[in-house]
């Protein structure tokens, strides 16, 4: 092992212990470490073979930063704000429950719904948009509302998986495995990810029903929130368009001399619908309120903890380390993919049930192709999946997830 290998190992080892132990400061620990990781490629410019063979300018370490996934969290988290403040999803949840007609079924139906809008929204959001309207009949009803609240959290939880802009985590996994949003559909002509999650939401929907059987109460449930702007709807529903749209496009690498797309299209079309949404806010609606809402709706802290991330694993890919991962864990599967995609997947559910999942999944799926290539997997598409499946599912294991 080379020195620089060592040395990455171990900044890469207490990079994690200091996320694990101060939640708070995270994206400060990944800026820093990922600042240590550019003055050790710094040192091989000035000193060369002082390390070992390494290289990592501060060029390639800046473009390791992966824009296309930084605009989409922006852009989606935006666009969202503006959706919420509408009150469409408001409207939405109070005709579901008019439809039903008793508490197991308001609960059910809240927490499928709540699946349906985290698909396309982020989940945290959704919970927020949701919950008080579970709060509300249950105030009504004077029954505990901690029941109902954790059903709709883990519903949205679980379908955040289901499409690209769902979670920070699939939109990761769609650029590490260059996923459109039409693939989490169709897949090389076989029912994707968005299949698979729906499965789940279909059982889980009868062990709730299940759970709140003797919940037979009836309920009258006459509320209905006003909407006024529309516009906001009309962006979200034209983001998603705009995606599956570019999804029949081909990269640069698959176009075969042809037409193809930009790799940042998805983070720009993101962008775009937002920036239109702002613009109409503010010289339309002249709602400087709501823009500066907007603005601090976006999660700057996830972005900030992405960045230094990713520039983090480009450092310790560069340095070896990387490889030298992949290839024990490959060891562990003993050659066999059956084993390996195991491994990967109750790892996940394990780790992620006390790591948070952004920084986890961006680790992890800098790993999966020397994993995969340790076992003789060309696609490691298999991997990928397993990975995501196992983040998602220990992300609902405990609070910290």
Known sequence: MQPITLIAL????????????????????ALGSALIFVVLGAVQ????GTLGSFSYTPLEALQEVDWNVIMMIAGTMGTVYLFIESKMPQLMSDWLISRVSSVKWVIVVLSLFAGIVSAFVDNVATV????????????????????SIICIAVSSN???????????????????????????????????MFWVVEAGAVVSALIILFMFRKENGKISYSERTKVEDMFPTYLLVGTVVALIAVSFI???????????KPAIINGLICIFFFVVGIIRQLFVKKDKETVIGAFKEIDY??????????????????????????????????????????IIVWMSVLLSAFIDNIPYT???????????AGVGIGDPKLLYYGLLCGATLGGNLTPIG
Do not use: H, W
């Open 301 to 342: 802290y996830t972005i900030l903890l992405l960045a230094g991330l990713f520039v983090v694993i480009g450092g310790v890919k560069s340095a070896g380390v990387v490889d030298f991962l992949g290839q024990k864990i490959a060891q562990l599967g003993n050659g066999s993919v059956f084993l390996v995609y195991t």
């Open 45 to 48: 410019i000035f000193a060369p």
């Open 250 to 260: 081909p990269y640069k690498e698959a176009a075969n001399g042809g037409s193809y």
């Open 158 to 192: 679980l379908q955040g998986a289901a499409t690209l802009v769902g979670d920070t985590t699939s939109i990761l996994l769609a650029k590490a495995a260059n996923l459109d949003f039409s693939d989490f559909f169709v897949d090389d002509g076989k029912p994707g």
């Open 128 to 147: 927020l948009m949701i919950a008080p309207v579970a709060l509300a009949f249950c105030k009504k009803l004077k029954i505990s509302p901690v029941s």
């Open 10 to 29: 171990i900044l890469f080892g207490i990079t994690y212990v200091l996320m694990m132990a101060l939640q708070k400061v995270r994206p400060y620990i």
């Open 362 to 372: 961006a680790t992890m799926l800098a790993l999966v192709p020397s994993i995969a």
